[in-house]
């Protein structure tokens, strides 16, 4: 059966760290592919950005949502308010099945609390970490630029929100990818539901070094429902 998936960033970048797996959809799988995130997003609140999402998705019920990241969160929302054909959660936060869920664990927001301007904002994305860690993230400098030209300047407000969860979402088809280990949790999590799990070695944004090969798993994972 012909499907559609939408790529769906994380709040805190932007379109570009999707963009290379959504041409290979297209070039190499046949598959319509778009990307549902905005350049200009503030995400103020988790309704925010809940919008924004839904605001770039096609109106059909063929679709595969392929959230990277924080987009995880907003799954739960989607598929209980819509039919889709499943998600394909790509080292992603993974929500659980009822009740609520943060934004960001309280190790993060502590990490962060002194790192906010005078208008509330926290840095963008890359600046959060050590200048070591996000060098490896990019294949080359292009790259990074395409991508940190792209993030939002984030209310720290936003990460000490909660996110609803519709009970029992997760009978939604489903699949887990992860790079390496770092949301090795959540791929454990996807298991235990009984969804089709792989792993790939490689960062957080991993999608941007080998697109090819991300794309080619979310198509063995979206073809498993």
Do not use: C
């Not at 664990?105 to 959060?128: E, H, Q, S, Y």
């Not at 300047?153 to 609803?164: H, I, Q």
């Amino acid at each position: 059966m012909a499907f559609s998936v939408v790529l769906i960033s994380s709040p805190f970048l932007g379109p570009a760290v999707w963009a290379p797996v959504a041409s290979v959809l297209r070039s190499d799988f046949g598959v319509a592919s778009t990307v549902a995130a905005s350049p200009d997003l503030v995400a103020s609140s988790p309704e925010a950005v809940l919008a924004a999402i839904e605001k770039g998705l096609p109106d059909a019920d063929d679709v595969v949502l392929v959230p990277h990241s924080n987009a995880g969160l907003y799954i739960p929302a989607i598929v209980a308010t819509r039919p889709v054909r499943g998600a394909v959660f790509v080292d992603a936060v993974l929500p659980p099945a009822r009740g609520d869920a943060p934004v960001a664990p309280a190790g993060l927001r502590d990490m962060l609390r002194d790192r906010v301007d005078l208008d509330g904002n926290l840095p963008p994305w890359t600046r959060w970490w050590p200048e070591e860690a996000v060098a490896g993230l990019f294949p080359d400098a292009k790259t990074r630029a395409r991508v940190e030209a792209e993030q939002a300047r984030v209310p720290f407000e936003y990460l000490t929100a909660r996110v609803d969860l519709p009970d029992g979402w997760d009978v939604v088809s489903a699949g887990y990818l992860s790079f390496g280990d770092t949301y090795a949790d959540e791929r454990e999590d996807a298991r235990a539901r009984g969804w089709p799990v792989h792993t790939m070695l490689g960062n957080h944004l991993h999608m941007l070094r080998d697109p090819a090969g991300v794309a080619a798993k979310i198509m063995e994972l979206a073809n498993a429902f």
